[in-house]
């Protein structure tokens, strides 16, 4: 499984960063300017940056809707509505589950295979008799159970972006207002 290099969205604005810092030192240090002129060359200085992160925006957005996406297919289940057979599975798996103590049915989806997971998550979660929040629950034990390295990437790739989003907000937080 591929993804967007993230090296590629968060290095030019810290490049920009780095010589905006250089820069604002030599400006605030400066005796020639005044509170004035520092407050007009600070502004021009942070103008690379501010471009740098602009142009940063919309390829961690495009990060962020392909990992949602991939966590999406990885967590829902094929349906082949030709296998008749699987179709009629699923549905007394599910039966079963629906008839089964709360507790009983607990225990049966903790150490369910990706056989009893599809028959949940293939159907609404009353049909089952779970609640939506255990529904939800099961989509990760799927995503986990059948794609274990592409989970892995992506649980990765996904806080490579939380982290990256929190690099670009500290580096908008160090500009001139």
Request: glycine share 2%; with cysteine.
């Amino acid at each position: 499984m591929s993804f967007l290099n993230l090296n590629q969205i968060a290095r030019p604005a810290a490049v920009a960063l780095d010589v905006f810092r250089d820069k604002k030192a030599g400006i605030l240090n400066s005796n020639e300017l005044s509170a004035d002129g520092k407050k007009t060359h600070l502004d021009g200085a942070a103008e690379s940056v501010r471009r740098a992160l602009q142009e940063a925006a919309p390829l961690l957005d495009k990060a962020q809707r392909e990992a949602a996406r991939k966590r999406e297919s990885f967590s829902r289940p094929g349906f082949e509505a030709s296998n008749v057979e699987q179709a009629i599975l699923h549905s007394e798996i599910r039966m079963h589950l629906k008839s089964t103590k709360p507790a009983d049915r607990t225990a049966l989806l903790d150490s369910a295979d990706e056989n009893v997971l599809s028959a949940v998550l293939l159907a609404p979660c009353w049909l089952s008799g779970i609640s939506a929040d255990l529904h939800d629950a099961l989509r990760l034990q799927y995503a986990r159970l059948v794609h274990p390295d592409d989970w892995t990437a992506l649980v990765e790739q996904e806080a490579a972006i939380a982290t990256i989003t929190a690099q670009l907000d500290a580096i908008a937080a160090e500009l001139p207002k």
